[in-house]
């Protein structure tokens, strides 16, 4: 109820009026007036209404927006990563077996089709760890 005080204090109304009023909480839930309004807000009771309401889907759009820029700078990142591990691998593998850079790149998403593995994480672990996956990184003879 305490939602319901600081919105009709906002709204400017005294707290015993008989307007409804409506505080934005977290995602889907929503602190609501306990009785049902007998009379809808006009004037400027009206306007003070549509302005918190407007007020809240500002904010609630800025949230959504400001998370979504969170979640793209995390798939950037690991893309980076991800192609650094790729790119070193490629590297790797074209020295080891005396290979172009590109056909160490077939070679390499060939054996993580195969494995059933991801390309990233084989990539990783042929930079990382070489001897986990001998027959990709051991030269051929």
Partial sequence: ????????????????SRA?????GHRDRCADAAQ???????GRGRTRVQAVAD???IGILQERSIRASGV????????????????Q???????IHGISVDDAFTLLRSYARGAGLGLS???TEVVN????????????R
């Fill in 55 to 57: 007020i809240a889907t």
């Fill in 121 to 123: 994480a084989v990539a």
């Fill in 1 to 16: 109820m305490a939602g319901v005080r600081e919105a009709r204090h906002l709204l400017g109304l005294p707290v015993g």
């Fill in 72 to 87: 793209l700078t995390e798939q950037l990142q690991y893309a980076l990563v991800s192609r650094i591990s790729i790119e």
């Fill in 36 to 42: 049902r309004p007998r009379a809808a807000p006009r």
């Fill in 129 to 140: 760890e070489p001897d986990r996956h001998p027959t990709l990184t051991r030269p051929r």
């Fill in 89 to 95: 691998a490629k590297g790797i593998l074209s020295r």
């Fill in 20 to 24: 409804a009023a409506a505080a934005p």
